[in-house]
């Protein structure tokens, strides 16, 4: 009776924290680090981008309504600017910390006039925040009402999206007003986020994957299983 009891007390914690780490767990896809940080994908155009994520894959695409080729790239722009859109490269693939601009024209690396960008996800998941900065702009920064399309609605962008030190806040510094958000979206449903009156490059993207349902039933109905056999066993 005692080992059983050792055994339950030892398992309930571990579903516990499963249970709650399921349900909470959220990453940051810092699309700036990506270009930049050591051993990251540097800067770099793909017809699509591929991220794994902590319980999902998100498989980003782009597009370019005023562009009558139907190829358009999905581009990481070093010098702090993150995610963009370019129309036309000189060639495509990850290119590790080479800081080559292969957009052709160099300048049409930001999410501008006509351009979208499509996020798809291996599973359901809550876009919590997207960070949004226009770095490599004369103006150098987001005001408000400026805005944003979300699946083809605006979305007005708050506050000022470039801080101070080139880095944007929200994520390096201690604002939080700078964000757009949430959103939930479904497993193979396709999320677009385009322009609106203001080219501008994702900095970071915060997201959680949903647990399916079933897999919190079946923690659940672990915990209320030992729960009673706690029970039998006092």
Known sequence: MTTIRNTLKTLAPALLLALSGAAAKADIIDFVDLTEGTD???ESAWTTLEIAGSGFTMEISASDSTDNDPD??????????GLGVCSDAYN???HPN????????GSDDNVTTGETLYFTFDTDVVIEKIWLNN???PDRYIVDPEYVLINGDQVVVPGNGYAPGNK????YGSSADNFIGSWTVSAGDTFSLGFGDEQFYVSGM????????GTLALLGLGLLGLRAARRQTA
Not at 98 to 103: A, K, L, Q, R, T
């Open 98 to 105: 080479s800081g080559s601009n292969v957009c052709n024209p």
């Open 40 to 42: 990251q994908l540097g």
């Open 72 to 81: 358009q790239f999905v581009y990481l722009d070093w010098n702090h600017a």
């Open 206 to 213: 915060q997201i959680r994957a949903v647990p399916e349902p």
């Open 168 to 171: 944007y806040q929200g994520i």
């Open 92 to 94: 495509t693939g990850a």
């Open 135 to 137: 770095t490599h702009d």
